[in-house]
């Protein structure tokens, strides 16, 4: 169980970040050499390789090495991954109020 949130929290946490998001929209439209991500966040090498890594482990984004430079996109299945994560979580909660069964509601 406790690896279960381990996961749950490891997806969460990669669309906690203003950088993050922003690398999630710019790969909306394909995929992107990490040069012209750094071109466009402003940020140094370094500082990206730790959003990516986050990216990455939580199965959101894929990267691709091509020469020096890795190219990165969304992956399909991590998306969808994060998208059911959230769902039982908001499903969870409606539930919870709807039958008044948290000890907040009574």
């Not at 390789?49 to 890795?70: F, N, P, T, Y």
């Not at 769902?87 to 039958?99: G, L, Y």
Request: proline share 2%; hydrophobic share 35%.
């Amino acid at each position: 169980m406790a690896s279960a949130y381990k996961d749950t929290a490891r997806v969460f946490k990669a669309f906690c970040d203003e950088n993050r998001l922003q690398i999630l929209e710019m790969l909306r439209s394909g995929e992107k050499c990490a040069c012209k991500l750094l071109e466009e966040l402003q940020i140094s090498q370094s500082t990206l390789s730790h959003h990516m890594k986050i990216l990455c482990d939580a199965g959101i984004v894929q990267g691709r090495k091509e020469g020096k430079w890795v190219h990165y996109s969304l992956d399909p299945a991590g998306a969808e991954h994060a998208k059911e994560l959230l769902n039982e979580q908001v499903t969870c909660i409606a539930s919870c109020i709807q039958k008044e069964c948290c000890p907040e509601n009574k």
